[in-house]
């Protein structure tokens, strides 16, 4: 168990519809990573929060959003979804903002189905 | 920019045998750090071992050890007595240092994974 929690597990959902995957990282770490992994594109460098702010962004779509609440949870938020979407998304989290030493420990993640 | 390359999209490997996953990366910064993750059928991935591009030696976790070769960019994953339970997606992936500028290049970036079947 990495100690990161992703909800809900498994998602499916219509095309156009909104949706809302949810991460806690490990305890005491600040950073927490959206990756999206799809057959294609393999594993996606999204979106990056550390305390709260973001601090970087990868192949993150205009019609997706995150944010970094105080308690450090983190919600990535997918709207205006199309059948593209589909995908595995997760979450990790880190000790500190970067470092090249930095281990990512990473969610079971959500298995997102567009229909 | 940072790339990983995973050349082998699938690997056979009787049980209770070593096996060599290979990984290669392109950086052009001095300090970097890569790592190993392994992702089961169940989906979830696991950190298995990381290596500093400063580590004189090489990367040791139990069965796993690294195969880090600097001066040819290889990071090559061992898996020594391979167990039934060792079948799985396994993803090299690198990181840059902190001091690059773009955010995004800081980031983990994965190579395209190597699908392992452990044979009985």
């Known amino acids: 168990d990495s100690g990161v929690t992703q909800t809900p597990k498994h998602l499916i959902t219509a095309t156009g519809q909104r949706v809302t995957l949810r991460c806690s990282p490990r305890?005491?770490?600040?950073?927490v990573y959206w990756y999206q992994q799809s057959l294609d594109q393999g594993l996606q460098f999204l979106i990056q929060?550390?305390?709260?702010?973001?601090?970087a962004k990868g192949n993150i779509l205009e019609r997706f959003s995150a944010q970094q609440f105080p308690d450090l949870h983190s919600e990535l938020n997918l709207s205006s979804l199309e059948l593209g979407d589909s995908a595995l998304y997760f979450c990790?989290?880190?000790?500190?903002?970067?470092?090249?030493?930095?281990?990512?420990?990473f969610g079971s993640g959500t298995q997102l189905s567009v229909l | 920019a940072q790339k990983i390359t995973q050349t082998q999209p699938g690997m056979f490997v009787q049980e209770k045998e070593a096996v060599t996953l290979d990984c290669t990366y392109d950086t052009s910064d001095q300090s970097y750090g890569l790592f190993w993750y392994k992702q089961p059928s169940s989906g979830e991935m696991i950190f298995l071992i990381y290596?500093?591009?400063?580590?004189?030696q090489n990367a040791t976790e139990g069965r796993y050890s690294l195969n880090f070769q600097k001066a040819r960019k290889s990071a090559n994953l061992v898996i020594s007595a391979s167990q039934l339970g060792d079948s799985a997606m396994y993803f090299c992936?690198?990181?840059?240092?902190?001091?690059?500028?773009?955010?995004?290049?800081?980031?983990?970036?994965f190579g395209s994974g190597t699908q392992l079947t452990v044979l009985p």
């Open positions: 290596q500093g591009s400063y580590d004189e």
């Open positions: 305890s005491g770490d600040l950073s």
């Open positions: 929060y550390y305390n709260g702010e973001e601090r």
């Open positions: 992936a690198m990181r840059g240092p902190s001091t690059i500028s773009s955010g995004s290049a800081r980031q983990l970036t």
């Open positions: 990790a989290s880190s000790a500190q903002e970067t470092g090249s030493h930095e281990k990512l420990f």
